[in-house]
């Protein structure tokens, strides 16, 4: 399994973005994909996550209400669609796989590359 993040870049802030994750090979209905996002000089901490096999949701406080996590699952894809970006929002974000419903980084077992995000003030 790979998957592939893109769709980052600078934005200002209030702008938007829509970062993607292409998955390689068969995903199950029962795994579970996320959203992490890292600042310089800080842990890697959760942004959204939804089980592939259908549309059930999950966000951190920080960004409920400005970010949307989606899936097309023709296409092998997660989004993460992002509004009313912050200058906090700046972070190199990562897309994982995982089969837990869970918001901690080591119950994932597999990460894309990571895209950074800028957000200027």
């Known amino acids: 399994v790979q998957l592939q993040a893109s769709g980052g870049g600078l934005v200002q802030a209030g702008g938007s973005l829509e970062l993607s994750c292409a998955a390689s090979?068969?995903?199950?209905?029962?795994?579970?994909m996320a959203w992490f996002r890292q600042a310089p000089g800080k842990e890697r901490e959760f942004v959204a996550l939804?089980?592939?096999?259908?549309?059930?949701?999950l966000y951190a406080e920080s960004v409920k209400d400005r970010f949307t996590i989606s899936r097309d699952t023709a296409k092998n894809t997660v989004l993460l669609q992002m509004n009313s970006l912050k200058a906090e929002d700046t972070a190199v974000y990562y897309c994982a796989r995982g089969v837990q419903w869970s918001s901690q980084p080591a119950e994932y077992g597999y990460w894309g590359q990571g895209t950074l995000v800028t957000v200027s003030s």
């Open positions: 090979g068969r995903i199950y209905s029962s795994a579970v």
């Open positions: 939804t089980r592939w096999g259908r549309p059930a949701t």
